[in-house]
């Protein structure tokens, strides 16, 4: 026992080092890679656990929130792992749970006097009215899988060399394999190009809209080009315009373009859709616009739980008043009878219904079909898709 005590002591040190300097103004991955970097010292094992005490503090969200990072920590480990040398050490009573399944374990604690379903995910008011919020809270504890988007001609080439290479993949889709997390993919070198990480919700987001051959799409929130991948991936006859507020996401994008080998001549812009874009658009009008709107990203902080810490209430309002601004400048630039593809990766219906309400109100569309596309009884990320057709 003296040597498991003596080994979470350590494992503690690091993380409440990690946890102390870090300021939750960037990603933990990112923070962890420097940190790393900063402490040669520990070894890959150390560096693991670091990462793993660190992502399951900020995943039980705001249970315990009175109590001390360590009593918390604890707490995490407890829910998030099936064996924990910090639970057997300092709560060793619970060890014999530790196994059970999530909903018992839950139950257990809330036995104990610690509130666990309303304080995981504390926002859950505001979610969609189609999401369960009890498995959804749930969901938070636990970890996504990593999910791949195969290129139309590479299936067989890339199943072949996850399996030289000893990767476990799920075929999950005609086109998309779920992966365990950490693959090391990077190293195998002759899929380069052959395919992109995508969260498998994210794959389904435009299996909402009609999509034509040689139609003129606008990606009006292109960053580095994940949906127009995706579109040139359903069809690639579109001729294809992106824009985003930022000129260093777009030159990400065609970097990507070129690995993924797309043949298709596309356009590309820096616009703000905050603002009066007409002398920069010249009265264009599209069969399609994809507007994949800058939101909470609630729907993905089951991959960055540190962001719930950072997110507070009046955040949502904010979102919301971007979103309805932007989206009604492009839909500005629809052809009558064209679509709007209204994407999220938020669960709140703030972002989502209610903002497709307000174009409805406000905009001359009419909503076809929405949908809240699921992803925490899978494992993947949980999004939002609409369909709204320009009527006048
Ligand atoms: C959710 S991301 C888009 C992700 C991208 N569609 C993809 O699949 O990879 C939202 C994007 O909206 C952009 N954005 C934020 N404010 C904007 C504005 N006022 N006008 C245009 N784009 C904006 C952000 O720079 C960000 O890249």
New binding site residues.
């Given amino acids: 026992m003296e040597v498991k005590q003596k080994k979470v002591a350590q494992q503690l040190r690091n993380f409440e080092r990690a946890l102390g300097e870090y300021k939750l103004d960037e990603p933990l991955s990112r923070f962890l890679t420097r940190f790393y970097k900063s402490n040669r010292q520990m070894g890959s094992s150390d560096r693991r656990m670091t990462s793993r005490l660190c992502y399951n503090y900020f995943r039980v969200g705001h249970i315990a929130a009175d109590q001390a990072p360590e009593a918390r920590l604890v707490i995490a480990e407890f829910l998030c792992e099936t064996a924990s040398d910090l639970v057997d050490v300092h709560r060793p009573q619970w060890s014999a749970y530790q196994q059970g399944e999530l909903a018992d374990k839950i139950n257990f604690l809330e036995q104990q006097g610690i509130p666990c379903d309303d304080a995981i995910f504390p926002f859950y008011s505001h979610l969609s009215l189609s999401i369960d919020p009890k498995q959804f809270c749930r969901s938070q504890l636990i970890q996504p899988d990593l999910f791949l988007r195969v290129q139309k001609h590479a299936v067989l080439a890339v199943e072949e060399e996850l399996t030289k290479n000893a990767i476990p993949f799920e075929k999950v889709g005609p086109y998309s394999y779920r992966l365990p997390n950490g693959a090391q993919l990077q190293q195998i070198k002759k899929i380069e190009g052959l395919f992109e990480v995508?969260d498998l919700s994210?794959q389904e987001s435009l299996d909402i809209a009609h999509i034509a051959k040689n139609q003129s799409w606008w990606?009006?929130?292109?960053?580095?080009?994940?949906?127009?991948?995706?579109l040139l991936h359903k069809e690639p006859s579109i001729q294809l315009l992106v824009?985003?507020?930022?000129l260093s996401?777009l030159r990400n994008l065609d970097e990507r373009f070129l690995k993924a080998n797309i043949r298709t001549a596309y356009r590309k812009k820096v616009?703000?859709?905050?603002?009066d874009v007409e002398h920069l658009l010249h009265g264009e009008r599209f069969d399609g616009i994809?507007l994949?709107?800058?939101?909470s990203?609630s729907g993905t902080w089951g991959r960055t739980p540190e962001m719930m810490s950072q997110f507070s209430e009046s955040n949502i309002a904010d979102f919301a008043s971007?979103q309805q601004?932007?989206a009604a400048r492009a839909s500005k630039y629809l052809q009558k009878d064209g679509q709007l593809i209204y994407?999220?990766?938020s669960v709140f219906r703030e972002e989502n219904e209610d903002i497709v309400a307000y174009l409805e109100d406000t905009c001359g569309l009419k909503v076809e079909a929405m949908n809240l596309i699921k992803g925490y009884h899978r494992k993947s990320d949980s999004m939002f898709a609409a369909r709204l057709r320009k009527i006048q």
């Fill in positions: 995508q994210s990606d009006a929130c292109a960053a580095s080009g994940g949906k127009s991948l995706l824009s985003d507020i930022r996401v616009l703000d859709l905050t603002v994809i994949d709107a800058p939101c990203g971007l601004k932007i994407i999220t990766c």
